[in-house]
């Protein structure tokens, strides 16, 4: 029997917003422990929430980026359970009147593309943090995270393969990161996935016993643990046995993952309407006011660099995944409008050096600007396309403008005829044997000819004038 | 006279002449409390210093001619209600030693009116409770026969006012917990439709049923202390943004064109004292014979208050007081090491068994499986009870009840009986299921000298034609100019 794996995926996307979901509290970063904590985020006697409006504006963007049914009345729910995190005893969230629903996604996987469908969007307030002393009895809390606004997007049990799952997760970090609400950072915990997995015989349509992933906290490791679930089900099931619902912890160091059944699965969360927020109102008007706001999605600015810029579909998907890489092409387009070239160069040279320095396409040494002007330079012939590569490491060390570095190197390519047909004169004189060989048949000796000539111009001598006049020489 | 014998509008009137000062004022009643403290227990915390400075500062505004109807008034807070730097306990021992680095909202609109506050007074534990006996921290008396409980759960307030141990108390009412105490201590108490007062600094019992509201000596003073606590509140996202009216210029006398409903269903309760129904009636009569139109109306749903009361309360309870877990503040089990242990025995210790129960029926009510059965329902007979309110409102402007099936019982006579204690709130409950504004005026006293209240109550953002009707009765009767011996 052949199995086919059915993996839906649930992702907690931190907001991007400057305070917190229900109090003023800073949202920023690696501030001292408890330093972003007022009595509201910290569950004090008698203190009330007052919802954030902007995380609701940023849900409504993603709903709609999502194709998602806004809810125009939504509620908020208690998630009631104890853990020294949770300062209320519950957690915010939104259980049975969800803010968006019924949405989807189209993802492309190799050669075909699909439609994953988004079950479900909600709003939530994170945990604190927790760390244990390992030498004392002792764990300390930092409520800092605590009330930081989270976005919960569950998709529908609609993947099939792990690489179906890593790129519906690359598509979405890409449309939060294209919408500016969330970093979407997997590593530092922005952008967090969980994926409640199973098996089932192809050709069947009912849903097998699930398993919950949770620490997947890269897209390496969402492919690595999918994989190995789908693989651990499937051995089960060849021995005869049963898949359990439970919940796996995936270790990225072991490469496998285990069972956190026990206390963990006998939550009774006891959800109901939190009667300190009232109902969430969303009228029309809001809606299309946060609608006027959306920028051009990855989806739609793919498919107008395929045909605005006549790129492949490939191109079109690498300068598309990141918005400041398509802001970075489309900037280089401005000074240089060869599509295809200044996609060869992103591509490859730029995103070679970025990924050597970890460093993101802000953070690039080469601006858009300098990157363009060096492909005009060997466009208009100043420098020739290997001197270009040796400007090229010079802007990424000293971020300086190419036509500076050309100019202080004297690096300007030579196109003056008469100039190289003198040391090409004087080539051909130093290697007379060379030349009785070439004209005796041996026309691969052009290379060698070629490359003297380069030595002794300091690679500066237009190629083509080169090859031209010693064709000419040389056949006399 | 004794100057703690005053009203807030007496006292305000001769502060403004200044034939008093403030300092005098708050000394009066500061020494009241040492006398018959002992005796009512209504106070858990006597903040005497900071009250003197406090008087101290509204003589200076005073001589300034900085007065609001307020300034230099001595209060007392329930012990439930957030007060910056001084001790607010929920007369739990779980929060025995907890003092907020913060006002409730209502703390600062008092404090920017210059009122006085006197101190923090006794409740039942996290006002869960009719008779303050399950106060965590000591026992209250009824000023009126000190063997009766005082009502509960704002019975700290209602006890202190009646004894003149303060001169108007700010309670909460989640069932009846400002009303019932009122009618059994011989008060005015109001509690206001929700989202009139912002809850902001009020601690949770059933976040949508609790309500701040005044206990005072009579209408008069009541007005005055709505237009001190009313008023939206951005830090409450369940205060309703709408004016208040200023409610002392609804105290003038005439009820002509004033429609007053008589439930039908009141009536026919099981369990209604005799006494209490002559003197609910009598009222009808005074109240008719000033002018107003009774007519009978039916609140069919009536019946089904108090269970559906007994889920939802008891539910939103379980979840507001999972904060107190030892870990952040208030009690902890310093010898537990593991945390799921910490956990029992802080809560175990912390909480007294009305809490306790309430918290596991809440617990109960909201578990997998009964969650459809229970709360669900519940929410769904709490609609049909607004909407019973709703269309009675539709042929008058206040109904009148009584407050409580009976008059103060006796101590230790209910605490044995959970479910007979929870029935004291049939009249009162339903009208925080509509969360609109009922009234507790005094209407007569028992055979045995106990005080017996009216209830009145109104339809939502309409506490002015209550503290109207209120305030004719109250001048056509003198039940509140009575007071207890002590
Ligand atoms: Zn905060």
């Known amino acids: 029997m052949e199995f086919e794996p059915v993996i839906g995926l649930e992702v907690h996307a931190q907001l991007k917003t400057d305070t917190k979901i229900f109090c003023n509290c800073s949202t920023s970063f690696g501030a001292p422990p408890n330093t972003h904590t007022c009595p509201v985020c910290l569950g004090m006697p008698g203190m009330l929430p007052v919802l954030n409006k902007k995380v609701v504006e940023y849900t409504i963007k993603m709903a709609l980026a999502t194709n998602c049914k806004i809810e125009h009345k939504s509620r908020f729910a208690r998630k009631n359970y104890f853990y020294p995190d949770l300062p209320k005893g519950y957690q915010i969230s939104q259980y049975e009147f969800p803010i968006a629903q019924f949405g989807y996604i189209d993802i492309e996987v190799g050669d075909y593309s699909k439609r994953v469908g988004i079950t479900r969007i909600h709003m939530e307030e994170d945990a604190g943090k927790l760390s244990h002393d390992p030498g004392r009895p002792i764990s300390l809390v930092d409520f800092n995270r605590t009330g930081v606004p989270l976005m919960e997007i569950v998709s529908e049990p609609d993947i099939r393969s792990p690489e179906e799952a890593g790129n519906y997760l690359r598509q979405m970090r890409s449309i939060v990161r294209y919408l500016g609400i969330c970093d979407g950072n997997m590593e530092e915990g922005s952008f967090r996935c969980d994926a409640n997995v199973s098996i089932r015989a192809i050709g069947t349509e009912q849903f097998g016993t699930r398993a919950e992933l949770k620490n997947l906290n890269s897209f390496k490791h969402v492919e690595k643990a999918l994989h190995y679930e789908i693989n651990r089900q499937k051995e089960i099931v060849f021995h005869g046995g049963k898949v359990v619902q439970e919940t796996r912890l995936w270790d990225p160091v072991a490469n496998s993952s285990k069972s956190m059944r026990g206390k963990e699965e006998a939550h009774d969360y006891r959800y109901f309407p939190d009667p300190d927020l009232l109902p969430l109102i969303i009228d029309e008007n809001w809606i299309d006011a946060v609608r006027k706001t959306l920028p051009e999605l990855p989806a739609e600015k793919k498919k107008r660099f395929i045909t605005e810029y006549g790129l492949p579909s490939y191109d079109a998907d690498v300068l598309t995944a990141s918005l400041a890489t398509a802001n970075y092409f489309e ?51 100043v420098i020739s396309g290997k001197i270009a590569k040796v400007i090229f490491e010079d802007m990424a060390k000293t971020e300086r403008a190419p036509d500076k570095i050309v100019k202080e190197k004297g690096l300007v390519q030579v196109t003056d005829v008469s100039a190289i047909e003198k040391i090409i004169l004087k080539v051909l004189a130093d290697n007379a044997k060379e030349v009785d060989d070439y004209r005796n048949g041996k026309t691969k000796l052009l290379g060698f000819f070629v490359g003297q000539v380069m030595k002794n111009t300091k690679g500066k001598a237009n190629p083509k004038i080169v090859n031209d006049v010693l064709k000419e020489k040389l056949g006399k | 006279m004794n100057l703690y014998e005053l009203t807030i509008h007496e006292a305000h009137n001769l502060l403004k002449s200044r034939e008093i000062s403030s300092q005098e004022l708050t000394k009066s009643v500061l020494d009241r409390v040492e006398s018959v403290e002992p005796r009512v227990g209504s106070y858990i915390t006597v903040a005497g210093e900071t009250a003197m400075t406090q008087a101290e500062l509204a003589d200076k505004a005073i001589a300034k001619g900085n007065i609001t109807h307020l300034t230099g008034i001595p209060l007392a807070i329930k012990d439930l209600i957030c007060t910056k730097d001084l001790r607010t306990t929920c007369a739990s021992k779980i929060l025995e030693n907890f003092v907020p680095p913060y006002d409730a909202f209502v703390i600062k609109k008092l404090k920017k009116a210059g009122a006085v506050i006197v101190g923090k007074v006794n409740m039942d534990e996290f006002a869960m409770g009719s008779s303050t006996e399950h106060s965590g921290i000591k026992l209250t008396n009824n000023p009126w026969d000190l063997s009766y409980i005082p009502g509960g759960s704002s019975g700290g307030s209602a006890a202190a006012v009646a004894a003149d141990m303060c001169l108007g108390s700010l309670g909460s009412d989640t069932g009846g917990s400002i009303r019932q105490p009122a009618s059994y201590c011989g008060v005015v108490g109001m509690k206001p439709t929700y989202g009139r007062v912002s809850r902001f600094g009020l601690v949770a019992f059933a976040s949508s049923l609790d309500q701040i509201g005044p206990l005072t000596k009579n209408v008069t003073d009541c007005a005055v202390l709505m237009n001190a606590i009313s008023g939206y509140d951005a830090g409450d996202s369940t205060s309703v943004p709408m004016d208040v009216p200023d409610y002392t210029t609804f105290l003038e006398k005439g009820l002509k064109g004033v429609k007053i409903g008589i439930p039908r269903e009141y009536n026919a309760l099981s369990g209604l004292d005799a006494e209490v129904s002559e003197a609910v009636k009598n009222a009808v009569k005074t109240i008719e014979g000033i002018g107003a139109e009774c007519v009978e109306v039916s609140l069919p749903h009536s019946e089904y208050a108090v269970a559906a009361y007994y889920v939802i309360a008891p539910s939103e309870a379980s979840s507001n007081l999972a904060r107190y877990d030892g870990v952040k503040y208030g009690l902890r089990d310093k010898n537990k090491n593991d945390l799921i242990e910490m956990y029992k025995s802080t809560r175990s210790m912390g909480f007294g068994s009305e809490v306790k129960r309430r918290i596991i029926i809440g617990t109960y009510c909201l578990s997998a499986g009964y969650y459809d059965a229970y709360y669900r329902k519940a929410s769904q007979v709490r609609t049909l009870i607004t909407e019973d309110f709703k269309k009675a409102f539709k042929s008058c402007d206040v109904l009148l009840s009584p407050v409580a099936p009976t008059p103060a019982f006796k101590t230790g006579e209910r605490t044995e009986d959970p479910l007979k204690m929870y029935l004291s709130d049939i009249f009162t409950l339903s009208a925080n299921l509509a969360g609109i504004p009922g009234m507790s005026v005094p209407c007569g006293f028992s055979s045995q000298g106990l005080p017996i209240g009216l209830q009145i109550i109104g339809k939502h953002f309409n506490e002015e034609k209550m503290i109207k009707v209120a305030y004719n009765f109250e001048q056509a009767t003198d039940f509140h100019n009575k007071k207890p011996v002590l």
Do not use: H, Y
């Open chain 1, 331 to 381: 900037d280089c387009l401005k000074i240089f409008p060869g599509s295809k070239t200044v996609s060869n160069w992103i591509m490859g040279s730029l995103m070679g050096l970025l990924n050597a320095e970890g460093k993101t396409i802000e953070q690039s040494p080469i601006s858009s600007q300098n990157l363009a002007q060096l492909l005009r330079l060997i466009k208009e012939g």
